[in-house]
């Protein structure tokens, strides 16, 4: 017998299936399922289901006071099971966030900021004698299954007189730890972009990727994407979307599609400012923009589930497969019109939202807020 049969899901490329799931696994999927299970769910015409939504850059350690929010306040209640948080905390921290984070609901995994306390200031980067690279080294031995990469903001704001130091000491602790996926969060110079993407690997995570900041990846003077930014791209670092109350632009999204370069990945980079007053509210809403920049759907729901997943070793979610998480998302389109809003105040209409109406999390079924 099964916990959970999803019975008639669709996925939005018209696959229809029936879902066994049991011990907080997919364990059959089939055209019909002739079985029982303790509770059955049966999709209504209009319903999609993909693999659970993957927030991969989130601020969620309810005890800091710059970036915080609550894991399931930015999880399930908004459709997404999996949420990331991006370095709010360090290796001398970041013990009590894994404590809080097995409380919630929804799956919480962690970035360790190369800074010992995290962001519990602006500028947690000026201080290199904070980036100690034994102290990281320590709790990615003792959190394994809760940190999964290693975070560095490098603006100006951060690392006051230190250029790109910050980012050749995350770079050598990166190394030192089997290639750990970072994240590089990007704003204003110094350093410059092309100093940043310069140091920058194939697969490291170039966040806030289409802001719309004078160093960021379109030449305002002539409006084009730059140079170098092609080389990066195409050398494979993944360009993730990173919202922000400072960091998307529609027009440089708009422009970057045009020139051939899509974000890899779509996150929302919440906490509970922007998520209370805007302009990033959650994940969905994000995904709302890039489809009005011009991506399609079937492409933005893989941009919050198997690659976030790949990015980040996220190995048994991300996908509908047998033997994977039970970590789902139900959702629907519904015709309204909406005005969605950018970091910089710019515009644009929808008259297609996007509605997360049930998670399940490790075979466990959940309704959502909306």
Known sequence: MFDLIIRQAQTIDQQQMDIGIKDGKIQQIAPSIDALAENEICLKEGEYLSAGWIDDHVHCFEKMTLYYDYPDEIGYKHGVTTVIDAGTTGAENI???????????????????????????????????????????????????????????????????????????????????????????????????????????????????????ANGILDQENQSIKPFVFDAYHKGIAFDIGHGTDSFNFDVAEKALAAGIKASSISSDIYIRNR??????????????????????????????????????????????????????????????KVLTDSNGNTRNTSIQIIPSKVVIGGELFETDY
């Open 95 to 213: 013990h009590r966030f894994n404590d809080l984070a097995k409380e919630a609901q929804t799956n919480v995994f962690a970035l360790v900021n190369i800074s010992k306390w995290g962001i519990v200031e602006q500028d947690e980067l000026a201080d290199l004698s904070k980036i100690k690279a034994e102290l990281v080294t320590d709790v990615l031995k003792k959190y394994p299954d809760f940190i999964v990469g290693l975070k560095a903001r490098m603006s100006k704001t951060v690392i006051g007189d230190n250029g790109i130091t910050p980012l050749d000491l995350a770079k050598d602790i990166q190394r030192a730890n089997q290639g750990l996926p970072l994240m590089v969060h990007i704003g204003s110079a110094p350093p410059t972009l092309d100093e940043i993407l310069g140091r920058m690997e194939k697969h490291d995570v170039l966040t806030h990727c289409f802001n719309g900041k």
């Open 276 to 337: 209370t007053n805007g302009p990033v509210y959650d994940l969905a809403t994000t995904m709302e923009k890039l489809a009005v920049v011009g991506y399609d759907w079937k492409e933005i729901i893989e941009k919050v589930t198997i690659a976030p997943a790949a990015q980040f070793g996220l190995t048994t979610k991300g996908k509908i497969a047998e033997g994977y998480d039970a970590d789902l998302t139900i959702f629907s389109f519904k015709a309204a019109d």
